[in-house]
């Protein structure tokens, strides 16, 4: 699975859009870009994930760039229960053990 | 509510005293998988379940048992437990292997002194 570099904090005003930048240059043509985050300790929650094209849901949107080596997530109208760890996670469609590699992810903070 | 579900949420415990950590699942999912956490380096995967019956180990399988009898369970067994096994776990479990979220649990924080 490629690797991914994420900047390891951000803030972002309530109510305002946090978007979180992520570089997977390396990445190849069967491997797709998960979003998790964790808040505090907590189990990791899914976010969304896409392959090529721009995805959204009810909780964000995934925007992939053309070339596929950096994509970009954003939460449009964050709120302070938006603070959390986000990781970027790139995976194969099918890898050994079905695992998810978590490197460092961002830090956001959500202010009043 | 679909959701994964582990017991205890926290233990503490002595070397050597077996002990399992429970992981349950609601929705009839294949696959399942443990991850340990601990800081500095993210989330490891000790064992991993693509369905009943079939269960393989993951980057840190040492000192781990599981077992996948039934569908919805995946016990994480710790025969002799050692300090070095204190960490904060986690179960997830997705539909199967493949381009599927995973859902994980609240997580077992696990102290062995």
């Known amino acids: 699975d ?6 390891p904090s ?7 859009a946090a978007n979180l930048p992520c570089n997977h240059s390396t990445i190849s043509g069967n491997e797709y870009v998960y979003w998790y985050r964790q808040i505090h300790s907590q189990g990791p929650q899914y976010i969304i994930h896409g392959l090529k094209n721009n995805e959204t849901n009810e909780m964000a949107s995934l925007i992939i760039t053309e070339d596929r080596k950096s994509s970009t997530l954003i939460l449009p109208h964050a709120t302070l229960r938006d ?12 890898n050994q053990g079905g695992k998810l590699i978590f490197g460092q992810g961002t830090e956001l903070s959500v202010k009043p | ?11 503490i415990t002595v070397t050597g005293k077996k002990l399992t950590v429970t992981c349950s699942q609601n929705m009839n999912h294949e696959y399942m998988s443990w991850y340990r956490q601990d800081p500095g380096l993210g ?16 980057d840190v399988p040492e000192g781990y048992k599981v077992s996948r009898k039934e569908k919805r369970n995946f016990p994480l067994i710790l025969e002799s437990p050692s300090p ?25 924080r696990l102290t062995v002194t």
């Open chain 2, 43 to 58: 989330l490891r995967q000790i064992y991993y379940s693509m369905n009943v019956e079939v269960t393989d180990k993951g």
């Open chain 1, 10 to 16: 951000m803030d972002c005003a309530e109510g305002r």
């Open chain 2, 1 to 11: 509510e679909a959701q994964v579900t582990q017991n205890p949420r926290y233990l």
């Open chain 1, 2 to 7: 490629a690797k991914t570099t994420q900047p």
């Open chain 1, 83 to 94: 603070t959390a760890v986000y990781y970027c996670i790139v995976r194969a469609i099918y």
């Open chain 2, 84 to 108: 070095n096994q204190t960490s904060l776990y986690f179960c997830a479990s997705s539909i199967r292997n493949g381009p599927y979220e995973q859902y994980f649990g609240p997580g077992t």
